[in-house]
């Protein structure tokens, strides 16, 4: 099966500082979606990006599908952005198929 | 405009008991996903529904579980003679139909004492 894998695995910011998180997916991918679990443990969608770049506030991403890769950006890190982040593809014949998971990247924003 | 909804939020059974967990998807969707996150790792799949069938289950256990999506009402997710190491958040998904984005429930959290 597809392996999908997040570095770095740990990240501690100082806020206001920018970051870049990367997810490397070893297979083509029909669908890739970015997620924030934040320390209570909901999930948030933060972006479907199957390709190409999307922004939302601070935050932007971009997927390079040929080249198997996502990056998530945060600029201007805040306390609230801790937790962590997780890169989910779903690939094979269909796109509504099950997301499989990278092992995530925790972030710590410091004060 | 309801997200996805699961009950109940936090459950707590004893070895052997049964747990049912329940998901309701967003209006209008009818793709349901159940995933798993053990302590301090990260979701894996288990199931995935749509109304009256199951299309996907490679993910689920082959014992004491089961899940279900009746034409009304919630998809419910059940595991019987519950062990320690069913201990985990239980997620529900579901899908949008026009972006084939998937969208998160809180999460049940079960312990199993």
């Known amino acids: 099966g597809i392996q999908v894998e997040q570095s770095p695995p740990d990240l501690i910011l100082q806020e206001g500082a920018n970051s870049t998180l990367r997810c490397n997916f070893s297979?083509?991918?029909?669908?890739l979606q970015w997620f924030h679990q934040n320390p209570w443990g909901q999930l948030i969608n933060l972006f479907y990006i199957p390709s190409g770049t999307k922004q939302n506030g601070r935050l932007s991403a971009t997927t390079v599908a040929t080249e198997r890769y996502s990056l998530l950006y945060i600029s201007s890190s805040q306390t609230t952005d801790s937790g962590v982040y997780f890169c989910?593809?779903?690939?094979?014949?269909?796109?509504?198929?099950?997301?499989?998971f990278g092992q995530g990247t925790t972030l710590q924003v410091k004060p | 405009n309801a997200g996805v909804m699961q009950n109940p939020r936090h459950l707590v059974r004893r070895r052997g008991q049964e747990a049912r967990l329940r998901c309701s998807p967003m209006k209008g969707h009818s793709h349901v996903y159940w995933y798993r996150q053990l302590p301090e790792e990260g979701l894996k799949f288990m199931v995935y529904?749509?109304?009256?069938?199951?299309?996907?289950e490679s993910g689920m256990p082959k014992e004491r579980f089961s899940a279900e999506f009746p034409k009304e009402g919630p998809s419910i997710l059940r595991i019987q003679q519950v062990v320690r190491g069913d201990s985990a958040a239980y997620f529900c998904?579901?899908?949008?139909?026009?972006?084939?984005?998937?969208?998160f429930g809180p999460g049940t959290r079960l312990t199993v004492t």
């Open positions: 989910a593809v779903v690939y094979g014949s269909s796109n509504t198929g099950k997301l499989i």
């Open positions: 297979d083509s991918v029909n669908n």
């Open positions: 529904l749509q109304k009256e069938n199951i299309i996907d």
């Open positions: 998904a579901s899908l949008s139909g026009t972006s084939h984005e998937q969208y």
